[in-house]
């Protein structure tokens, strides 16, 4: 249930799901003609048959704010959301549906079609229709999404057959020289990491030039500057996750014009 599943977070790819959703609902009950429809004219089904359309898609609007907050909150999207978000989908459809038949198709009828029978025969069978719609629409604009997320990802390159990282600029907070290596100091969702990495820094320095050289030991991505002090007449650098880096005369004057101070 921890294993990460494809999303996208775009608020417009989900307002076009919505919106597929809406019309394979009207198609599916236009055509298949469960609920009675096949007693209403054809005025009525114009009337009737697309708030059922308008319905779900209302349904799946309302649990945008949810699944951007589960996605928010851990800074990524695992399996148990997916599933979470398509169980709350499911059971509020079948609460509004069922209520909407109740009032608006059969005004509350005696003989109206009875919870089980409603559930079995109607509800249950038009959400194994939509769910491969909502399933292949979900599931690709995710791909999609992590397409573009690794088309604009950097790699930090280990010397020789040594192993490198790759990752989104905006997750790179700052690198240190160790010796001959680079310790890289960066983001998974919202936990700190720290990787080890054979290589120079200069080389690092040189190859990203959006990254700002501090110190002969030190390189930070101004993405993640929010203050700056003195201590003991040393310039300092804070950055996110409480990571602090020094500033040495040479590079003073370039990182206060980088970094507007």
């Given at each position: ?31 298949t ?18 708030l ?21 909150k ?15 989908f499911i ?6 549906m ?9 005004h509350?009828h005696p ?8 559930f ?38 280990g ?6 990282l ?9 690198i ?5 290596y ?6 998974d969702?919202?936990v ?5 990495i ?13 990254l ?11 993405y ?26 040479t ?11």
């Amino acid at each position: 249930m921890t294993v990460k599943y494809p999303f996208d977070p775009s608020i417009k790819h989900h307002l076009l799901i919505a919106l597929g959703l809406a019309i394979w609902v009207f198609v599916f009950l236009y055509f298949t003609e469960p609920l009675d429809v096949n007693e209403f004219n054809a005025t009525e089904k114009l009337i009737y048959l697309p708030l059922y359309g308008i319905l779900t898609a209302i349904i799946y609007i309302m649990l945008l704010p949810v699944q951007q907050w589960l996605y928010h909150k851990s800074g990524q999207w695992r399996l148990r959301d997916e599933l979470l978000v398509l169980i709350l989908f499911i059971g509020i459809a079948v609460v509004v549906m069922r209520f909407y038949y109740l009032q608006f198709i059969v005004h509350w009828h005696p003989n109206a079609y009875s919870l089980w029978f409603h559930f079995r025969a109607i509800l249950a069978p038009a959400m194994l229709t939509i769910l491969p719609v909502l399933l292949i629409g979900r599931f690709g604009f995710g791909k999609y999404k992590e397409k573009q997320f690794e088309d604009q990802k950097i790699e930090i390159k280990g010397e020789g057959h040594y192993e490198g990282l790759r990752l989104q600029q905006q997750d790179l907070i700052s690198i240190q020289s160790s010796d001959n290596y680079i310790e890289v100091f960066y983001l998974d969702g919202h936990v700190l990491k720290k990787t080890l990495i054979r290589n120079k820094l200069s080389v690092v320095a040189d190859t990203f030039p959006d990254l700002l050289r501090t110190h002969r030991g030190y390189v930070i991505n101004p993405y993640h500057f929010q203050s700056w002090k003195t201590e003991k007449g040393k310039p300092i650098i804070h950055l996110s996750h409480q990571i602090e880096v020094p500033i040495s005369k040479t590079y003073l004057e370039q990182s206060k014009l980088v970094l507007g101070l």
